[in-house]
Each structure stands twice: as C-alpha cells, then as structure tokens.
C-alpha cells in the first residue's frame, strides 16, 4: 500500500479533479468514477450568487460520494478569499480549502503575497489549507510558515495544458520540501504530463479543464488515472541514472574493453 | 376529439400546442403570465445552431435540433438561415481547432473569406470557422408570430394571466412545459444561470451570429435588427433567476467590443438574467406520467429543441408512440441517482 495523507485524510488516490467546464455534471460524475479520484474540487464564489441558490449544483457534488475540497476561484484579495472559505465551511462541511488568491485576471496567476496573508489568516480559523502558488521557493518556505501542511505549485498556467514548464523549480521544491506533500496544480494537458510530474516524486495531481474539454472527457479520466499510477509506481521503482553513453545491455564480450574507451 | 391542457406559454409549451394543434387535437393553452414570452425563452440567443452546438452537447441534441431549420425557417418563417460564424481572438487560435474538432458541416474562411461575409469584421481576425446551413431568430418575434398563429386555430384556447392549479383537472391530456417552475415535479431538475445583453450600435453591420471563442468566457453576439445585437450569455451554476452582476456585465460587453470597438460605444438597451430547466446530463427529457407529459430540460437549447420535441409529444399523445431515447433516463441519471 502507498497511501497519501493529506491533513487528516489518507487516500488511495493521487489524482484530484476540478469539477468546472465538463458537458454536464453527468459527464463529470462518469469521469470522477473513471478517474478514481476521491477528492474533487469545487468553486464557490460565482456560483453562490445572492446566497444559496448555487445549491442544486453543490447538492450533486456532495452526492459524488467522495471529499470535496471546496475552493475561493475567482477571488483577488486575501479578504474575499477568507469570505469565501468561511462560506465553504458551511456548505460542504469541511474545514479544507484550495486557496486560490488571483493576482492577474488575464493569466491567473496567484497573488503570492495574498496567498500568503489569507492562508495566515485561514490557519489561525482552524482550516487545513491548499495553497495555488507558483513554482517559487521562498513563497513555499512562508505558506509553510504560515501553517500550511499541503503546497499546491502550479506547472504551467491555468488552463494551459503545456505540461511542465520548468522542470528546475519543481525538483528543487520537491528537494527542498520531502516530508511535506506536493501536489501539481494546474497547467498539466496530457497523461504524459501527469506521469512526468509523479516520476519527479510529486505527490499527487489536480486536473480540470485537460479532462472536462476532452474531445472524451471519462476516457481522459481513465487515461490521467493511470498515468499518474504509472508514474508514482516509477518513481517508487527508483529509476534509472541517464547516461551520455550507450550500455548494452548484453555484454559484448568478443571485444576487448580498449576499443570501446 | 383528444383533448389537451398546455401549461406554460414560453417556446416549448407554443411548440407543444401547436404540434397538438395541427394534430387535430383540442388544445387549451395557459399561462400565468399576461402574455407569452414571460419566462426564460424571452432572454435566448434565437440560434438556430445545431451544428454549433455540438461543441459543447451530445448528438441527440444536434440531431433534434436539424428538424428546428425547417420549423423556424419555413413552416413560421421567422427565422433567416444566414449561417453561423465562429472566432477567436488571436490567442485563442487552439479554442478554434477544439471547436473544429467537436464539430461539422462547417467551412473553413481565411480573413477574405471573413471580410466578403461580414465586412465590418474585415482585418480583424485570420481564421474563421462557418456553418452555412445554420439559422438565427429573434425570440420575441418568433413567440408572438407563433402566438398569432394559434390563436387563428380553431380547436386552440388560449389563457393568460391564469393558473393552472386552480383550474378543474385537465379533460384528457396535460402537457406540462413550465420549464424550471416545474421543478417541484421534476426531481432532477436544476436551474443554469444566464445573463445577457442587449447592445444598440449603428456602427457596425452584422448579417449572422458570431460566436467568439474563449476558455473561460465563451459569447454569442446575434444581430437582431434595427442596430440592435444580443450579447450573450453566461453559465452559472446557479438558480437565481433575476439578478444581473457587474463581473457578468463586464464579460460580456468585453466580449463584444473585443469582436468589434464599435460596441465600446454602443448603448446599453437591456441586461437580462434567468435560470435554464436542465437535468444532470443537460439533455431534454419527456416524461409521461400517467396521461401527464412533461417536456422540460431544453437547457439552453430552447428554440432549438422544442419544434423536435413538441412533434413527438403530439405523437404521443396522438398514436402512443413511444421515445426511448427521450423518456427513459439517460445513463448519466442513473448514475447519480
């Protein structure tokens, strides 16, 4: 067994899905089964309107069967983040939240300095705390600080689908971080991604819009599924070291060593 | 003579007591509004958009939506089969080879091919994706032009500003088409927010609907005539019928003035929000409950689907045919039941 624990929960899975965007919430029900995933992510803000009347919608998640792990999309300020976690509680009975404070509307981009003062903020309510941050070390360094036990680095924009933009900055989290989980979020397009990721010692992943706008949103599901075994089970293996050289595997022993110097 | 109860005045209920209508059957149309139009048909985009469509809904829907063309466009003539066009703003060049993708019976145009359909769009785009064969309406007209037509039957009834639960039960049949005030009935059955805009600019000519692509705010705008164009439409899942935010506003006139500046200048004419009756997998469904027909969850295909539906209903009604593909619950139902 190789369970993940994040906070309190130990799951069997290590992929997250983001309910946003799927053709209807039927599809996305047949892609979370497909997917296995037993967390789902779930946006708030918008969807709460003048109160509950997001209601029906958040009702269907609930009834998915698995955790859900609301989260403060849309916000670009540690209050309004804070608001919407505090909503979150109520609605879905839980004290975990994906933090997400945007900082640039065009792009996305996290708002590391809000991130940092709403997850401050949320910790000392008592809230287990999943930062979307960037890939930046000093910022992980003071989520951490702040309380955080979850770091949630992007790999390439939201929405993006370009997989690993810099493969550097991740491993140097990962060696900087062991014992804390890291999970990718955002940015990843393909199950080759996903894979590549895990095989860099991630702990997990969390995907939306690579499955829900797939021209086959629950074969994705299952694709992302087992990459990201494929790649966990990898990095358990402990690959191989590269090589410049060839290294035949059959020894080649009609030839003397010299030759091949 | 069968005779019929039609509950519910917007484009699935006109639909049905037309249908029923021409059938032979005695239809009797209430409504609890003044007029028709008074739920969320009056807000829809008016495509007629089956291939469109498909970028974002299952085939049924495409399929449905193919007998609508003719409906609209030939039986009413209210609609002007004038095409489709679709683009994308220059960064969002990979949104158009996603909707090429999911989509068909479309053209491909380079910025000529633009220009010679819609001139005012000349040199704003490279690349554009068209559907000749698809059609555009204007709601209201097309609601009051079917209203007309029914109340020149003479085996149609039509009641306004009443309620049906006040009513003595229906003689033979009820035909229920009360969209998302049917909920209560309808376990299912939700409500998808959407807003939209009505924009007035005499700065700029459109001939058809252009949609303009993007992952996070996708919108239509349709020409409507007389300088007038309807800017739409968010998808919130939400169920608040009447309530118009800012960031929605702000999305969509962005989304107007990024297809052409003009619309920076144009005059804000109308904002509307209510919610689409949809269920959990976003297809229509016909729900024959003892000699009650349900037709709802048209979603945001309203005009689309509701000449399809309305043809199976009267057959139902008429021949006892049965539609399996429409009545009994779709995989996905079942699944989060």
Same mark, same amino acid.
């Given at each position: 067994m190789d369970p993940l624990t994040l906070y309190d929960a130990n799951l069997g899975s290590r992929l997250l899905l983001g309910t946003?965007?799927?053709?209807s919430p039927a599809v996305l029900g047949e892609a979370v089964r497909a997917s296995g995933c037993e967390i789902v992510t779930v946006s708030l803000r918008r969807e709460a309107g003048g109160g509950r009347s997001g209601e029906s919608f958040w009702a269907l998640i609930r009834d998915l069967g698995v955790k859900a792990l609301p989260n403060t999309a849309g916000c670009r300020t540690a209050k309004e983040a804070v608001a919407t976690a505090q909503m979150a509680r109520e609605v879905f009975a839980t004290d975990w939240i994906k933090l997400e404070v945007i900082g640039e509307e065009d792009t996305l981009q996290p708002d590391v300095f809000g991130l940092v003062d709403a997850a401050r903020a949320l910790v000392s309510e008592g809230f287990c705390v999943f930062p979307y941050t960037t890939d930046d070390l000093v910022v992980a360094e003071r989520l951490l600080d702040a309380g955080c036990r979850v770091l949630m680095p992007w790999a390439a924009p939201i929405g993006s689908g370009r997989g690993v933009n810099n493969a550097f900055a991740l491993r140097a989290l990962r060696a900087h971080f062991p014992d804390t989980p890291l999970v990718v979020d955002a $940015?990843? $397009?393909?199950p080759s991604h996903a894979t590549a990721v895990m095989e860099l010692g991630y702990d997990a992943v969390l995907l939306n819009t690579a499955v829900a706008r797939a021209g086959d949103p629950v074969g994705m599901a299952r694709a992302f599924r087992l990459a990201v075994e494929a790649g966990r089970a990898g990095w358990r293996a402990q690959p191989m070291t590269p090589r410049d050289m060839a290294e035949p595997s059959t020894p080649t022993i009609d030839r003397p060593f010299d030759q091949n110097a | 003579m069968i005779r019929a109860r039609v509950i519910g005045a917007g484009v699935a209920g006109l639909c049905a007591a037309w249908a029923l209508a021409r059938a032979g059957v005695e239809v009797e149309l209430v409504e &609890? +509004? !003044? !007029? %028709? *139009? +008074? *739920?969320c048909s009056r807000y829809a985009g008016g495509m007629i958009a089956p291939w469109c469509e498909l970028e974002n809904a299952e085939p049924l829907v495409a399929c449905l939506g193919g007998e609508a063309l003719d409906f609209w466009s030939?039986?009413? +003539? %209210?609609? &002007?089969? +004038?095409g489709s066009l679709v683009v994308a703003p220059a960064r969002e060049t990979a949104e158009l080879t996603d909707f090429a993708r999911r989509t068909k019976n479309f053209c491909r145009l380079d910025a000529d091919g633009i220009a010679a359909l819609e001139p005012d769009l000349a *040199?704003?785009?490279?690349r554009a994706l068209y559907f000749p064969a698809e059609a555009h309406l204007d709601p209201r007209q097309a609601l009051s032009a079917l209203d007309a037509r029914l109340a020149s039957l003479p085996n149609v009834a039509r009641r306004f *500003? %009443?309620? #049906? @639960?006040?009513?003595?039960? #229906?003689? @033979?049949?009820t035909i229920d088409c009360r969209g998302f005030s049917a909920r209560g009935a309808l376990p299912g059955l939700r409500g998808v927010k959407g807003e939209m805009l009505l924009l007035r600019s005499d700065d700029i000519r459109l001939s058809r609907p252009v949609r303009l692509l993007h992952p996070r705010r996708p919108a239509y705008i349709v020409p409507r005539g007389d300088g007038l164009f309807m800017i739409g439409a968010t998808m919130i899942e939400n169920e608040e019928r009447a309530r118009v935010t800012a960031r929605s506003i702000v999305e969509l006139v962005n989304s107007a003035f990024t297809l052409h500046p003009a619309f920076g200048e144009a005059e804000i004419v109308e904002t509307g929000s209510d919610v689409r009756p949809a269920f959990v997998d976003n297809l229509p469904r016909l729900t024959l409950r003892g000699r009650t027909l349900f037709i709802n969850g048209l979603y945001r295909h309203g005009f689309l689907l509701a000449p399809a539906l309305a043809a199976r209903a009267a057959r139902i009604v008429c021949d006892g045919v049965d539609f399996p593909e429409l009545t009994n619950a779709h995989s996905g139902e079942r699944a989060f039941a």
């Open positions: 946003a965007r799927y053709p $940015g990843l $397009g393909a | &609890t +509004a !003044a !007029a %028709v *139009g +008074a *739920g030939r039986e009413l +003539a %209210v609609a &002007t089969i +004038a *040199g704003r785009f490279p *500003g %009443v309620n #049906a @639960d006040a009513l003595p039960p #229906a003689p @033979d049949w």
